[in-house]
């Protein structure tokens, strides 16, 4: 590392005095240009001062700056990463300890400075048109040979969708694939950054990356071995959107990615997260985006997809289905008696020919064993079966298939891409309605950061996913001519994953949060609530997600006797969309409270929403809530604008 000469080296080698030595110091924070810098370098360093390149915006891109509350601050973490001992926050000292690394390289070729920062030096190369020979750089010509080698001819923008039962990709994730002109997208390169951490438990790793507690990095690895690493990639659909970024465009990207190999910043899970560092690849590759700039503190994968769509980049996108949407798809398009054979061949080892006592057509045949071996794919990649057995029983599914020869209509297999994440509801929600509690007139405002309720309509997003952040909801009662604070949901999570003869997941839902609950003079009070569960759901074409759940809640407060209630019970609904712009859930839950109160309660509601366009909705709810001998009646209707 090459930070600044100390004091006394400044004052006998540059003739300033101690006094304005410190002026310097404080004002400047960087070494001048001194007598003892050789001549060219001392023409090279004046002429980066004189045209000011530790303010031009692509050196804060390199750099990552970024303007805060102190002022100017890199949101890279790694000391490695400044050559300047104040380089994180002063981006004239980092140019300046930039060029002089560059001039002091020695004969070391991999380790030189300008290997190691090689988009820098690119691009200083450029402005300052200096002469490599005469500064003694030695340049990077092994990674540049490696670039030509690799001729790489797109970039493209991949969205895994979101997965409630992984706490690192509840919001989906994205990443960047390098492709080249003579290799198909699976054998492209992919870059993506990420946390590194061991951590197990979701809740732990959810809170811990809220605060920055973990290393993020950068990683290109192969796409087909990315992929592999999500253990859920079964689950999730990708998106892959192509980006119109030319080869220049492409080889400023790549420059930049090799200063960042190996490289650490805190990663925070809504602000410095996978999407927002890739904002700064796509920005070195093209300097006149205006992403980073527009972030404050809330970044969520969908919303970035958008911001890159809104600057003009995305080209097309196409999508590529998991394998649990194909397993699906092909039981959908096959009869019982064929996924029950399916199900036989996958599972069992059968002796002989599997269809010998069936009367099944040659297409049926078809579909079964194209069934079969998806299924059998699955149990092998999620360890259910050993890879000694899936090889036996695979090779038979496809000694079977090969006799059935080629399907006649191709279409079976053929799966409609559904509506794009990026055509759905913004995930920022603002509402605004009225309705009667108890027969009292009141108006609700509500504010909701993210990101996606049941009600909502599911294009773009997980069908049965509810992933609430932060909703807050104020009433004001024009009797009492007062604002208060309805309920603040910090986290509403719903996750309705159907069983089927396939798969057989556990639906699952957690909220905390402030809400209001009558005690004995029917008054409502302000509780701390925790209320998570487990059960089971199912889909139906007729009747739509019918769902059962085993509950508990926790509700705190100073109000309530022993200033706490806890309780058991259960919950049941049915969600259903009568047309496409129209989704309908009735629900009905039974909660039995002990310990310091001994009461019950029931609810029972019904919500229904009509979607006028992805941008707003009107939702309207009835619910009737009887808490001992109190009864409550609640009429709502909300307009929901997204954003």
């Given at each position: 590392?090459?930070?600044?000469?100390?004091?006394?080296?400044?004052?006998?080698?540059?003739?300033?005095?101690?006094?304005?030595?410190?002026?310097?110091?404080?004002?400047?924070?960087?070494?001048?240009?001194?007598?003892?810098?050789?001549?060219?370098?001392?023409?090279?360093?004046?002429?980066?001062?004189?045209?000011?390149?530790?303010?031009?915006?692509?050196?804060?891109?390199?750099?990552?700056?970024?303007?805060?509350?102190?002022?100017?601050?890199?949101?890279?973490?790694?000391?490695?990463?400044?050559?300047?001992?104040?380089?994180?926050?002063?981006?004239?000292?980092?140019?300046?300890?930039?060029?002089?690394?560059?001039?002091?390289?020695?004969?070391?070729?991999?380790?030189?400075?300008?290997?190691?920062?090689?988009?820098?030096?690119?691009?200083?190369?450029?402005?300052?048109?200096?002469?490599?020979?005469?500064l003694g750089i030695q340049e990077c010509?092994?990674?540049?040979?490696?670039?030509?080698?690799?001729?790489?001819?797109?970039?493209?923008?991949?969205?895994?969708?979101?997965?409630?039962?992984?706490?690192?990709?509840?919001?989906?994730?994205?990443?960047?694939?390098?492709?080249?002109?003579?290799?198909?997208?699976?054998?492209?390169?992919?870059?993506?950054?990420?946390?590194?951490?061991?951590?197990?438990?979701?809740?732990?790793?959810?809170?811990?990356?809220?605060?920055?507690?973990?290393?993020?990095?950068?990683?290109?690895?192969?796409?087909?071995?990315?992929?592999?690493?999500?253990?859920?990639?079964?689950?999730?659909?990708?998106?892959?959107?192509?980006?119109?970024?030319?080869?220049?465009?492409?080889?400023?990207?790549?420059?930049?990615?090799r200063e960042l190999d190996s490289i650490?910043?805190?990663?925070?899970?809504?602000?410095?997260?996978?999407?927002?560092?890739?904002?700064?690849?796509?920005?070195?590759?093209?300097?006149?985006?205006?992403?980073?700039?527009?972030?404050?503190?809330?970044?969520?994968?969908?919303?970035?997809?958008?911001?890159?769509?809104?600057?003009?980049?995305?080209?097309?996108?196409?999508?590529?289905?998991?394998?649990?949407?194909?397993?699906?798809?092909?039981?959908?398009?096959?009869?019982?008696?064929?996924?029950?054979?399916?199900?036989?061949?996958?599972?069992?080892?059968?002796?002989?020919?599997?269809?010998?006592?069936?009367?099944?057509?040659?297409?049926?045949?078809?579909?079964?064993?194209?069934?079969?071996?998806?299924?059998?794919?699955?149990?092998?990649?999620?360890?259910?079966?050993?890879?000694?057995?899936?090889?036996?029983?695979?090779?038979?599914?496809?000694?079977?298939?090969?006799?059935?020869?080629?399907?006649?209509?191709?279409?079976?297999?053929?799966?409609?891409?559904?509506?794009?994440?990026?055509?759905?509801?913004?995930?920022?929600?603002?509402?605004?309605?009225?309705?009667?509690?108890?027969?009292?007139?009141?108006?609700?405002?509500?504010?909701r950061p993210a990101y996606h309720h049941?009600?909502?309509?599911?294009?773009?997003?997980?069908?049965?996913?509810?992933?609430?952040?932060?909703?807050?909801?104020?009433?004001?009662?024009?009797?009492?001519?007062?604002?208060?604070?309805?309920?603040?949901?910090?986290?509403?999570?719903?996750?309705?994953?159907?069983?089927?003869?396939?798969?057989?997941?556990?639906?699952?839902?957690?909220?905390?949060?402030?809400?209001?609950?009558?005690?004995?003079?029917?008054?409502?009070?302000?509780?701390?609530?925790?209320?998570?569960?487990?059960?089971?759901?199912?889909?139906?074409?007729?009747?739509?997600?019918?769902?059962?759940?085993?509950?508990?809640?926790?509700?705190?407060?100073?109000?309530?006797?022993?200033?706490?209630?806890?309780?058991?019970?259960?919950?049941?609904?049915?969600?259903?969309?009568?047309?496409?712009?129209?989704?309908?859930?009735?629900?009905?839950?039974?909660?039995?409270?002990?310990?310091?109160?001994?009461?019950?309660?029931?609810?029972?509601?019904?919500?229904?929403?009509?979607?006028?366009?992805?941008?707003?909705?009107?939702?309207?709810?009835?619910?009737?809530?009887?808490?001992?001998?109190?009864?409550?009646?609640?009429?709502?209707?909300?307009?929901?604008?997204?954003?």
């Amino acid at each position: 590392m090459y930070t600044q000469p100390g004091r006394r080296y400044k004052r006998q080698a540059c003739g300033i005095s101690f006094l304005l030595l410190v002026i310097l110091y404080f004002s400047l924070s960087v070494s001048p240009v001194c007598a003892q810098d050789p001549p060219y370098l001392q023409e090279v360093l004046a002429s980066a001062l004189s045209q000011q390149l530790h303010q031009d915006p692509y050196w804060h891109i390199l750099l990552h700056y970024q303007h805060g509350l102190s002022g100017i601050v890199s949101l890279i973490d790694d000391p490695a990463f400044f050559l300047a001992e104040d380089g994180k926050t002063n981006p004239k000292a980092e140019l300046l300890a930039t060029i002089r690394a560059f001039f002091n390289s020695g004969n070391d070729e991999e380790n030189s400075s300008a290997c190691r920062f090689v988009a820098r030096y690119e691009w200083l190369k450029g402005k300052l048109n200096f002469d490599p020979a005469r500064l003694g750089i030695q340049e990077c010509r092994s990674f540049m040979d490696l670039l030509d080698k690799l001729a790489p001819k797109s970039v493209t923008l991949v969205f895994p969708m979101a997965h409630l039962n992984s706490p690192a990709s509840m919001f989906g994730h994205t990443l960047l694939i390098i492709e080249t002109a003579d290799k198909s997208t699976l054998l492209a390169y992919s870059v993506s950054y990420s946390a590194v951490t061991q951590e197990t438990m979701g809740p732990l790793f959810a809170v811990k990356s809220l605060f920055g507690l973990y290393p993020g990095y950068f990683a290109v690895l192969p796409y087909y071995t990315k992929l592999q690493q999500y253990s859920d990639v079964d689950h999730r659909d990708i998106w892959e959107y192509s980006l119109n970024l030319t080869d220049k465009e492409i080889r400023r990207m790549l420059l930049h990615i090799r200063e960042l190999d190996s490289i650490a910043s805190e990663y925070y899970f809504f602000s410095e997260n996978c999407s927002y560092l890739l904002f700064f690849l796509l920005e070195a590759a093209r300097p006149s985006l205006n992403l980073t700039d527009q972030f404050h503190a809330w970044m969520i994968p969908l919303d970035s997809i958008r911001m890159i769509e809104y600057q003009g980049l995305i080209t097309g996108a196409s999508h590529r289905p998991s394998r649990t949407t194909k397993i699906r798809h092909l039981a959908s398009r096959t009869p019982e008696e064929g996924r029950t054979t399916a199900i036989a061949m996958a599972r069992t080892d059968i002796p002989g020919d599997p269809f010998a006592d069936k009367a099944f057509s040659e297409t049926e045949k078809m579909k079964t064993c194209e069934l079969a071996g998806e299924y059998l794919q699955y149990l092998y990649t999620k360890d259910k079966i050993s890879e000694k057995t899936y090889q036996k029983r695979f090779l038979k599914i496809l000694q079977q298939r090969s006799t059935l020869g080629r399907p006649q209509e191709e279409t079976l297999y053929r799966i409609s891409a559904p509506a794009q994440p990026i055509e759905g509801h913004g995930s920022n929600r603002f509402a605004i309605g009225a309705g009667f509690n108890r027969g009292e007139f009141f108006e609700e405002f509500r504010l909701r950061p993210a990101y996606h309720h049941l009600m909502d309509s599911d294009d773009g997003y997980v069908e049965g996913a509810q992933l609430i952040f932060c909703d807050i909801a104020l009433r004001h009662y024009p009797r009492d001519n007062k604002l208060s604070l309805e309920s603040l949901d910090l986290i509403d999570i719903f996750s309705l994953c159907p069983r089927d003869s396939f798969f057989h997941p556990i639906s699952w839902k957690v909220k905390t949060g402030l809400t209001r609950r009558s005690k004995d003079d029917d008054h409502d009070r302000l509780v701390y609530q925790i209320n998570p569960g487990g059960g089971m759901a199912f889909k139906n074409n007729i009747a739509g997600i019918l769902y059962m759940m085993m509950e508990t809640d926790l509700a705190l407060s100073g109000a309530l006797e022993g200033k706490y209630t806890a309780g058991i019970g259960g919950s049941a609904g049915i969600i259903k969309s009568p047309a496409s712009f129209w989704k309908l859930h009735v629900s009905a839950k039974k909660m039995y409270y002990g310990f310091e109160e001994h009461f019950s309660t029931f609810e029972a509601t019904m919500q229904q929403t009509i979607a006028i366009d992805s941008s707003q909705s009107i939702s309207f709810d009835v619910s009737r809530h009887k808490t001992r001998d109190f009864n409550r009646t609640q009429v709502k209707i909300l307009w929901n604008m997204f954003f």
